[in-house]
């Protein structure tokens, strides 16, 4: 089977909401294969590009992309526990607090032999990082605090294990192709006969 770090999948309702994408950036396929965008430095640099989250030229390290998989750990718990009307789990809370307010540190003072003492930002790149995860948690806490807080479904669509915006009523999928899915296994089981339709 080829790897796929890309989700073949368009956006689900919602995905214009940072956390949202940031959370539906690794799924179950039918079948059982996970795709997952942040499987390396390089992609999840790819994907904090695409959402306009850090110029360009920047390139992650494993560091940071463990960093945004952890705060993606953390949303996909919350969303989850919103999705359901359950208590979220203390730990993730912290998780995106602590991201929330991140913002980038003062310049660090330092002294090298040909310089004296001067100073100079942390590593250039995880201030980026950091600035782009305080944009996602921002988006999460004021989505999850919003007056679309109620919409925040999973998709319906075993095993999909996306997140949407119900922003219709009728809407229980990520997307129509997952939709289509389940309508094509409901037709199935009809056929089968009414004592195997499940
Ligand atoms: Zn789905």
């Known amino acids: 089977m080829r790897l796929m770090s890309k989700i073949p999948l368009p956006p689900a309702p919602g ?3 940072t956390s949202l994408a940031l959370a539906n950036s690794t799924v179950i396929l039918p079948g059982g294969h996970i795709v997952d965008e942040l499987d390396s430095p ?5 994907w904090l590009v695409s959402h306009h989250l850090v110029p360009e030229e920047t390139a992650l390290l494993a560091y940071c992309q463990n960093q945004l998989a952890t705060l993606r750990g953390n949303l996909r718990s919350i969303l989850a526990a919103r999705a359901d009307s359950s208590v979220p789990e203390l730990r993730a809370l912290e998780g995106v607090n602590q991201a929330l307010t991140k913002v980038p540190s003062a310049p660090l003072l330092r002294y090298e032999p040909q310089v004296g003492l001067h100073r100079a930002p942390q590593h ?13 948690a921002e988006d ?4 999850l605090t919003g007056d679309q807080a109620g919409l925040i479904a999973r998709c319906e669509a075993t ?4 997140f949407l915006l119900r922003t219709h009523a009728r809407r229980y999928w990520c997307s129509t192709r997952c939709g289509d899915r389940v309508r094509a296994a409901r037709a199935y089981a009809r056929k089968q006969g009414p004592d195997r339709a499940g």
Do not use: F, K, W, Y
């Open 140 to 143: 999460a806490a004021s989505l």
């Open 159 to 162: 095993p999909c294990n996306r």
């Open 15 to 17: 995905a214009g909401h």
């Open 42 to 46: 390089e992609n999840a640099t790819q």
């Open 124 to 136: 250039p790149v995880t201030q980026l990082v950091e600035h782009a995860m305080a944009q996602i």
